[in-house]
């Protein structure tokens, strides 16, 4: 079963305008991760949040994590047609021999030129 | 430094073929983790090898192996193939053993693979 969920699972902006993706999950976990695909093609790493650290920046990307909530959101600022493309937030758990990373769906991100 | 590479990119099998996926991944990586990605499913954790040894392995039926080499290349088979199977399998390698391999994992382009 999947760990993170996003929301929405498809948002439409202008070029230009920010976009928030936000991602829930059940359990506790070690961090949080977000990645990017494009088209059909492999993952690539964005930003990393550790479970005690409540912001991260990376360039135009902005996480933050609420444990209470169980929560993430992901927000790109000015974003570029080139930022098409879908976004996974990934629960890593730390268990010894369980560990792993769990997916969530994706979020298809659509950015009109 | 070279990406991770993941052979053959297409595939194409009939149903209770068997088929072998290769994956090599960047260099010094030790750990080597696969994926199965379907519009449905999402993508869903195969197992986890590192060292040689699968240290994980997530909720798939026996049909589905894989081993890992020396040089860290890994290779997963899957028998008796079924319409289900049909998916884009993904690799991903860390650089290091134990929980620090989940801090961020670089993924290979895939291998699509289609059932009929």
């Known amino acids: 079963s999947q760990q993170g969920e996003e929301d929405p699972q498809a948002l439409s902006i202008q070029e230009g305008e920010n976009a928030t993706m936000n991602c829930s999950y059940k359990t506790s976990i070690n961090n949080l991760q977000w990645y990017r695909q494009n088209s059909g093609r492999g993952l690539v790493h964005l930003i990393l949040?550790?479970?005690?650290?409540r912001e991260k920046h990376s360039g135009r990307l902005r996480v933050t994590l609420d444990t209470s909530k169980k929560s993430s959101s992901l927000l790109i600022t000015a974003s570029r047609a080139a930022d098409t493309a879908s976004y996974f937030c990934a629960t890593g758990h730390f268990t010894g021999a369980n560990s792993k990373l769990t997916f969530g769906k994706g979020i298809t991100l659509s950015v009109r030129p | 430094k070279a990406g991770v590479t993941q052979t053959p990119r297409y595939l194409i099998k009939t149903r209770g073929q068997q088929v072998t996926l290769s994956c090599s991944p960047i260099s010094g990586h030790r750990s080597v983790s696969w994926y199965q990605q379907t519009p449905g499913q999402g993508l869903q954790f195969l197992f986890e090898y590192f060292s040689e040894t699968q240290r994980n392995k997530g909720n798939f039926p026996g049909r589905f192996s894989g081993r890992q080499f020396s040089n860290s290349r890994s290779e997963m088979n899957v028998s008796t193939l079924e319409l289900g199977d049909s998916a884009l399998y993904l690799c991903a390698s860390s650089l290091e053993g134990g929980a620090s391999s989940y801090n961020e994992q670089f993924f290979g382009p895939g291998t699509r693979l289609t059932v009929l």
């Open positions: 949040i550790r479970s005690n650290e």
